[in-house]
């Protein structure tokens, strides 16, 4: 049986700027006898949801189906860095297991290349520490998540009272792991959307202090692949981002809604008062963002460049019309991988372990090899 998994991360040296190029196919004419690895992550929050796929997912299969000979593929579930923030064990297990059910339902192939959970190689964790132990306090004071995901202002300082109350060292700290998740596997290219630079730039950081006291160039500063990843928006909210933590259910597609559930749901979807369908995400965000999924979705595209060609076909129809058209697009592409996850997740685990089991070994394998070198660096 055919999957794997996914997520980026990645970075640039405070005196160097990124090398960035496009998501696109890594080609024989771009080779060059150095092999090239590609690691990205993803978090553990269970079955994803159409923004998931659409930012991520789907490009990951395609980076996949059209990766060189001398291109390896290492892709993790970070349960590690879900543990940030409390988390039931429970829970935890079950949403590791249906990340990874997706990734394969997907169609990302464990043969093709690594999927494996974080915490099943403890290297990443010995890296982050060896890595923290340079890691720069005022650096990592500046970073968003930490203030972010406690609701702190972007000027928030982590030694003022107030702020040390809420703030735990492993949120903290967590993109020095995130350095570690690329490092340790020596990854040549990690890819990223726009919003995620100041990460990418940190484990680059790190990379180049360790590389300065080490006196050689141990770790590899990975360069950046900038993801084409689509913007999937709330369907009761256009204006927000489809979030697995947004309260109403309704706002969001997971890829394993059943025919009746995707129908509902777009049925009651925020869009207005406009008569007909055009294509204007400034002005009308709801039925763009209709718009937007169907033409991502949509195998054919009926030859339209872009959503506001693919618009054009919908042009007379009334807004029921058009939820009902998308509605078929979303359950048509969602249809054989809902089979599959249910195909996956319903059978008696065997699948599950064995790529866990597989991806696991295989990781292991990278890491230690750059973990050798680092051990005898430090002195260990």
Known sequence: MSPKSIRAVCARSAKQSVVCRPL??????????????IFSGIQPTGVPHLGNY??????????????????????????????????????????????LAALLAVGLDP???????????????????????????????RMTQWKSKLDLDENANPLDSSTKTKLKLGLFSYPVLQAADILIHRATHVPVGHDQSQHLEFARECAAGFNHLAGDKLLVQPETLLSPAKRVMALD??????????????????????????????????TDSIEGVTYDPSSRPGVSNLIEIAFNLDGSNHGAA??????????GLSLKALKNKVAEVVDDHLMPIRSKFEEIIGGDGKILQEAAQIGAEKARKSAESTMQLVRHAVGF
């Open 111 to 141: 043969q093709k290349c690594t999927i494996f959970y974080q915490s099943d190689v403890p290297a990443h964790s010995e890296l982050m520490w060896i890595l923290s132990c340079s890691a720069s306090m005022g650096y990592l004071s």
């Open 306 to 315: 872009s959503p506001a060609e693919y618009a054009k076909d919908f042009e």
């Open 237 to 270: 909210k256009p204006t927000n981002k489809m979030s697995k933590s947004a309260l109403n259910p309704k706002s969001r597609i997971l890829i394993t809604d059943s025919s009746s559930t995707i129908s509902k749901k777009l049925r009651v979807a925020l």
């Open 54 to 99: 659409l930012g991520a997912m789907q490009q990951w299969v395609k980076l996949q189906n059209e990766a060189s000979a001398n291109t390896s593929l290492i892709y993790s579930v970070v349960d590690l860095h879900a543990i940030t923030v409390y988390q039931d064990p429970n829970a935890l297990r079950t949403s590791k297991r249906e990340m």
């Open 24 to 37: 696109t196919r890594l080609s024989s004419s771009e080779a060059s006898p150095s092999p090239r690895v």
